[in-house]
């Protein structure tokens, strides 16, 4: 099994060498890091890490679909890794008290879209889900949450989304409804795409072009949005009893932030396809300083009146 990462991990590097980093024409810095640290990941994995795949008997790529098709669901294996983001404290020297600030971070996903169409920006139904949602995150701003032992600030430090219209028109209207947030350029990194193939699966195992691109793109955009505050392998804040909260708003795609939960929740990054998400509804993930993870709503649609809720 160990010889049969090793091959793949030298294809990886072939193909690395002749796929450009070009997101719909457009060159994403960093995006060959991702490659980088799949092959060193496929080339350090152990044979024991590898005989912990999902299922039993042969473990030929052909009988595993996802292991053809994602490096991360070939290298998932059960136990919680502490260093999941790189920004543990480090293991050897001196030791590092956790720091930094509790990240919230609501990944939206965009309004209803137009179906029939090459732009699919938002129906008027999208719209005006994506004008309660703002008003809901409005309400929200700057108000305290409180339980019988804490209470947390709600401040929203930024809002980001993809550059696919209809997640990009979503974040416009949350922006105008939040003017002292500033709104980010648009990242294609957060686009719309097939981030592993799922499992359970009808269809025969492959690695289609887009599927090995997106896959490797939205991994990446994972590991730009989703770890700890601070790198605490090169410490640079001094900790409190008492982290700041910042809220984090990051308008994007259902695909995307399925396999957003999965791989910050640790669990078989293939099973994305079994949750769901309803238009404009709020994911909360939580990433707090330890490198503890938590998911708090999934698809929260609470700003939403029934007749309004809509997956497509």
């Keep these: 099994m160990a010889t049969l990462f090793m091959a793949r991990a030298s294809r990886i590097q072939r193909s ?27 080339a350090g994995a152990s044979a024991a890490q590898c005989d912990k795949v999902p299922s ?38 001196p030791k590092v008290k956790t720091s930094g600030r509790v990240r919230h971070l609501l990944f939206i996903r965009h309004g209803q879209y137009h179906t029939n169409d090459e732009e699919n920006g938002l129906t008027t139904l999208g719209r005006l889900q994506a004008k309660l949602l703002g ?20 401040n929203f430090e930024g809002i980001w989304s993809s550059d696919v219209l209809r997640a990009r028109q979503t974040a416009e209207i949350l922006s105008e409804l939040l003017p002292d947030i500033p709104l980010q350029d648009a990242d294609p990194a957060l686009a719309e795409g097939k981030p592993a193939t799922s499992h359970p699966t009808s269809k025969p195992a492959s690695r289609s072009a887009d599927l090995w691109e997106d896959s490797a793109r939205i991994e990446y955009a994972f590991r730009k949005y989703v770890h700890r505050d601070v790198d605490h ?45 309803f238009n404009t509804g709020i994911t909360e993930i939580v990433v707090r300083p330890s490198g503890s993870v938590s998911l708090v709503t999934m698809g929260d649609v609470g700003h939403l009146p029934v007749d309004m809720v809509t997956f497509h």
């Design 135 to 154: 008003e809901r995150l409005r309400g929200m701003s700057g108000k305290v949450q409180k339980d019988l032992n804490h209470e947390i600030p709600i």
């Design 233 to 277: 392998k090169r410490l640079a804040r001094k900790a409190s009893s008492e982290p700041e909260h910042v809220y984090e708003i990051i308008v994007c795609h259902g695909n995307v932030i399925r396999y957003f939960v999965m791989r910050a929740l640790q669990l078989p990054p293939e099973a994305w396809l079994r949750l769901g998400g």
């Design 16 to 42: 690395l060498r002749n796929v450009p980093a070009l997101l719909h024409g457009r060159r994403t810095r960093g995006f060959a890091a991702i490659g980088a640290g799949c092959v060193a990941g496929l």
């Design 56 to 93: 039993q008997g042969s473990h030929d790529v052909l009988d595993e679909p996802w292991l053809a098709a994602s490096d991360r669901c070939a290298l998932w294996q059960r136990g919680w890794d502490a260093d999941w983001d790189g920004r543990a404290p480090p293991k050897d020297g």
